[in-house]
């Protein structure tokens, strides 16, 4: 269904059960799940999030910043993707880290033929440090990458299995939408990624499809065609 995809993980769901710093299962979890997914053919770019670590908005009001915590929270995504690319080559596959900022010699800095190079060989790259710039969300990051290197589609990994009406774990009466657009996404406040992230995924146009990725298998079976999750489109 989907050649190139990029993968937008949050950094909550590196942490495991407690949602805090780097939870080793949950690390090689994620891993074979991807390496999975370029081994049946598939080329898989990822965004991590960094609220495992440090989000840049919690710091407000303790001392920090708004650049300062944002900086904080770009650094954490690296971290992040530094951990996962480890646990995909221990599993046999290519895995480049790139960033926003120069950080050589942790990672390569972003270039979009460098990481397109990586796909088109077999192996996975991992995108960090959010846009580079404060004020921009992990979200934003993540379509603007998506739109950079060509990717079919945004595949945005939660702990539920898709859009609802409501949010689900709060609203029992919440119901799921198998497919609806940017506009009424946005029209409904449905907070499934932030408003730059959709303007920036409508323009592409790149379908934006969010799904459970806590259930084992369920990326595998999303880009060999089952329909999984909800998507957005334009």
């Known amino acids: ?59 407000l009001g303790k001392g920090f910043d708004r650049i300062n915590g944002d900086r904080m929270g770009m650094l954490a995504t690296v971290i992040n993707s530094l951990g996962l690319a480890c646990a995909i080559r221990s599993l046999g596959v290519e895995a480049e880290v790139f960033t926003a900022t120069p950080m050589e010699p ?16 077999g192996g996975v790259a991992l995108i960090a440090g959010g846009t580079g710039n404060p004020f921009f969300t992990t979200d934003s990051g993540a379509a603007l990458r998506a739109l950079e290197i ?8 939660t702990r539920v299995d898709g859009v609802y009406t409501a949010d689900p774990e709060k ?12 506009t009424k996404a946005l029209a409904d406040h449905l907070k499934v990624m932030d408003a730059t992230a959709f303007a920036l995924c409508e323009q592409g146009p790149v ?14 079976r999303l880009l060999n065609g089952e329909e999984i999750g909800t998507t957005v489109h334009a």
Do not use: C, W
């Not at 800095?109 to 060989?121: K, T």
């Open 171 to 182: 609203d029992p009466t919440a119901t799921r939408y198998q497919e609806l657009t940017f």
């Open 106 to 121: 942790v990672a390569h800095y972003y270039r979009r033929e460098d990481a397109v190079a990586v796909l088109e060989r």
């Open 150 to 157: 060509g990717a079919d589609a945004l595949l945005k990994g």
């Open 1 to 59: 269904m989907y050649n190139r995809v990029l993968l937008k993980l949050s950094g909550e769901s590196l942490g495991g059960p407690a949602g805090k710093g780097i939870d080793e299962q949950s690390l090689m979890r994620y891993a074979q799940e991807v390496v999975q997914a370029v081994k049946d053919g598939h080329q898989v770019a990822i965004v991590n999030g960094g609220g495992n670590i440090f989000r840049g908005l919690q710091g």
């Open 207 to 220: 379908p934006i499809v969010v799904f459970n990725v806590e259930e084992p298998g369920n990326l595998a």
